[in-house]
């Protein structure tokens, strides 16, 4: 299934740490892809969220380091993964899984400000079914950001249009859902082992981010291909959340 959906790099050109995957990195990789399927089996999950922080190299560190491939899988089989314990993404994840929009992990990485496109990405999960392509397997000999070293995806959403659906909460505690809109280009990305996709907004990249923040978003988002604001707007009214939209 592994060598289907997925390519095996050589050594990244971009990042020292982002090497070709060590067979004993990938054999572990699916053991633990195998065990994530039963668990979503015998507790009948509809969604998964994690999060991890230890002391170096314990045998929970080296669990959650071949969690990537996994949960890509599973998120490409609509059971959306979300990492960092971020749960509102992954509601936000199914949503778009449910209506068949893909739903991919991601958040703001950089700014292109040459192209005037801003890079959105993560190190995983990411939503095969979504890809330009046949998304890349890396041996990450740190992870960004995160404890350990493992497989992560490198991956792009495929050109054309998206949405990017967040959730979060209003100063009284009602959720608050928030999306927004714009075209996934083929310009360049960082080829560091993550996922990433250069999005260009109707606005600038400093006056987008200026109004996306004035909304108190968490930092990650759910990817979606398509323009599909009225139809998160539709959920949100049938869920009884609050609805903004920044386009």
């Known amino acids: 299934q592994v060598e289907d959906f997925f390519v095996i790099s050589e050594d990244s050109p971009a990042d020292p740490l982002a090497k070709k995957p060590r067979p004993e990195q990938l054999d572990w990789s699916c053991q633990v892809a195998v065990a994530q399927e039963k668990l979503i089996r015998e507790f009948d999950l509809d969604a998964l969220t994690y999060y991890y922080r230890g002391s170096d190299g314990n045998e929970y560190e080296r669990l959650q380091e071949a969690f990537i491939l996994g949960h890509s899988l599973l998120t490409g089989n609509g059971i959306p993964c979300s990492g960092e314990g971020d749960m509102k993404t992954a509601v936000a994840m199914k949503v778009c899984d449910t209506l068949d929009l893909g739903g991919s992990y991601s958040e703001i990485v950089a700014t292109d400000f040459v192209d005037q496109t801003i890079l959105m990405g993560h190190d995983g999960p990411f939503h095969i079914g979504i890809s330009d392509q046949k998304p890349i397997l890396r041996g990450m000999g740190l992870y960004h950001g995160k404890w350990g070293s493992g497989v992560s995806v490198e991956a792009k959403v495929r050109t054309g249009p998206i949405t990017n659906l ?39 990249p400093t006056h987008f981010m200026n109004e996306w923040f004035a909304h108190g978003p968490t930092h990650h988002v759910a990817m979606s291909v398509g323009h599909n604001t009225s139809q998160f707007q539709k959920v949100a009214t049938l869920m009884g959340w609050d609805f903004a939209s920044v386009t």
């Not at 927004?180 to 250069?198: F, K």
Request: a neutral charge; zero cysteines.
């Open 166 to 204: 967040g959730i979060t909460q209003t100063e009284d505690g009602k959720l608050l859902a928030i999306s927004n809109q714009g075209m996934a280009t083929d310009g360049e990305i960082l080829r560091i082992g993550n996922t990433m996709t250069p999005v260009k907004f109707d606005k600038k």
